[in-house]
């Protein structure tokens, strides 16, 4: 059992400060209050130098804190209080070495203790309101300070903005010096979002988003099943690597005059699409949103979804990457939004489609940002291992770690709901294979799949193709039945996938906002284009009887123009 004490970190600023939130504090505030925190929680363990004492911690901690307003930002609303000064506590674990002898030279025994540790306070809720977003805890051996446990929520720091507070926290600990913290701080940035450039550009994205959510898929994968939520979001990871991939990898971007991201981007949507039967392939790419140079160190999150739409109504591998380009640099340019407005964006047309948008493809390109461990170079053409499971709530995602000549290094999530472990090493694996077999010559679409090896979902009786979306006809009549409340009802379709509702009694807005209510999760189903409401008879009479209301039951939706 280990023991834990308390200890203080100290910092001063400037005196508290008060002003309106960022956009990217108050897309992430929505996300922490409401994501698994697994998900929403950074967590980093750092091994401590030789000599480290505890009063080394807390002054580090304490100048790390000093230096960011963000690591000392509370969030009440749509307003932020940024602490002048105060005290952040660390917890301190001492556990006793588990052989015998000093044990100082085997942190196997303590590096379990910080996953336990990391882990309780990585999967408990930050407090946005009233605790500081950041939580440390230093692990001890025989008192003496080994390892040092960080967990950031991301109202406070993205991916890139975590890797600069880790720089700068290996040089204090160390007694290094700094450069001067980056000079916007949030409550600066807030003030510069509000200027009128800033909401121009916010209105185009807006406008971007709306565009492309009108027209594309509400999934790439259509699950024919009612899915339970599932809270944590835990998925099984699939890392594959490979040497050969690189060295192509470049060479295709030579020829496509597409970035290595902006291939492996379109390998992934080309992959999905195909395997999926998708006409439209719609990704979620994570955007840094640090070009400004006076923003590349900024601690804070900058980071937002950059929405990417590619048809695939083309003939090669290397037309589908310049679509992929044209799509990620649209998207990219339009990555800075209100996420209050842009989630009303995605409700309105998810209302007027009768659909509910998934975001369930996600790429992240962390080539740039990933610390490579030193790791012999892979064995095989082609390496894949499976990973600790974590937290992504996303059917499927890839996170490309390396990008370079002499590697290829990425990590899959992968909800098992829709692919196996089998057929998720197929589809990580055949990603790779047609970069390498692309490398070299020009790749036809209809043979993507079998150089990937990757097999086609088959849509059988019971589907249909309707607004852009795979709709399985038994998830509709579920879905329908649920909304009525049991009574009498029919569902048709005709050729165009059109879905009219017939129900005994009600409204068209009351059952088509009941069908709404119950879209989250299925994948597969659609609430119908039109409601015939018929009036109440015997059996099955009602069908026949007078009609005393028809519409498409969207009356309710607040619809007008756009800044």
């Not at 336990?116 to 001890?140: C, K, N, S």
């Not at 019971?462 to 979306?469: E, K, N």
């Not at 059952?511 to 659609?526: K, P, V, W, Y």
């Amino acid at each position: 059992m280990d023991t834990v004490i308390t200890i203080a970190a100290e910092y001063t600023g400037e005196p508290t400060r008060y002003g309106p939130v960022t956009m990217g504090q108050a897309n992430m505030a929505r996300c922490v209050l409401r994501d698994p925190p697994l998900h929403m929680n950074f967590r980093v363990v750092k091994r401590l130098p030789a000599g480290t004492t505890l009063d080394t911690v807390t002054a580090s901690v304490g100048r790390l804190l000093s230096r960011h307003e963000g690591l000392r930002a509370t969030i009440h609303s749509d307003t932020q209080c940024v602490s002048g000064s105060g005290a952040l506590p660390i917890e301190v674990h001492d556990a006793e070495p588990g052989g015998g002898g000093s044990g100082l030279g085997d942190l196997t025994d303590l590096a379990g203790l910080a996953e336990e540790v990391g882990l309780r306070m990585q999967g408990t809720r930050f407090d946005v309101e009233a605790e500081l977003p950041i939580r440390v805890a230093v692990i001890t051996e025989r008192n003496v300070p080994r390892l040092a446990v960080f967990v950031l929520p991301h109202t406070s720091v993205d991916a890139i903005g975590l890797a600069t507070v880790m720089r700068e926290w290996e040089r204090l600990i160390r007694g290094g010096t700094v450069l001067s913290p980056c000079p916007t701080q949030p409550l600066e940035l807030a003030e510069a979002e509000g200027g009128p450039l800033s909401q121009r550009r916010t209105a185009a994205a807006l406008r971007h988003w709306e565009t492309q959510l009108r027209r594309v898929p509400q999934s790439m994968f259509a699950i024919d099943i009612d899915e339970v939520p599932d809270a944590d979001a835990i998925r099984p990871r699939l890392r594959v690597r490979s040497a050969v991939a690189g060295e192509a990898l470049g060479a295709i971007a030579s020829r496509t005059g597409a970035s290595r991201s902006a291939v492996v981007l379109a390998a992934l949507g080309v992959l999905i699409g195909l395997r999926n039967a998708q006409r439209t392939c719609v990704i979620a790419s994570l955007a840094s949103n640090r070009v400004r140079p006076e923003l590349r160190d900024y601690v804070g999150p900058l980071a937002q979804d950059a929405l990417m739409a590619a048809d695939l109504d083309v003939s090669t591998f290397d037309e589908a990457i310049r679509r992929f380009r044209t799509a990620s640099l649209t998207g990219y340019q339009h990555s800075r939004f209100d996420s209050t407005a842009l989630w009303e964006v995605i409700e309105t047309v998810n209302a007027e489609r009768g659909v509910n948008f998934a975001r369930d493809c996600v790429f992240n390109d962390m080539s740039g940002v990933t610390v490579s461990a030193h790791e012999p170079a892979p064995s095989a053409e082609i390496e894949c291992d499976w990973l600790p499971a974590a937290s992504l709530p996303a059917h499927l995602a890839l996170w490309a770690n390396r990008l370079e000549d002499d590697e290829v290094d990425l990590t899959f999530w992968i909800d098992p709901r829709v692919m196996t472990r089998a057929e998720a090493e197929v589809f990580g694996t055949g990603l790779v294979k047609l970069l390498i077999r692309a490398g070299d010559r020009t790749v036809h679409l209809p043979d993507v799949l079998a150089i990937s090896g990757v097999v086609p979902v088959e849509y059988g009786p019971g589907w249909i193709h309707s607004d852009s979306c795979w709709v399985n006809l038994d998830a509709v009549e579920r879905l329908v039945g649920e909304a009525v409340g049991g009574r009498p009802h029919r569902v048709i379709h005709d050729a165009n996938g059109r879905l009219t509702c017939h129900v005994s009694s009600g409204t068209p807005e009351e059952i088509h906002a009941a069908c709404l209510a119950l879209l989250q999760g299925r994948t597969s189903a659609m609430a119908p284009h039109h409601y015939v409401i018929h009036a109440p008879g015997p059996g099955d009479t009602w069908l026949r009887g007078p009609v005393i209301a028809e519409g498409d039951g969207r009356d309710f939706i607040l619809r007008g123009p756009r800044a």
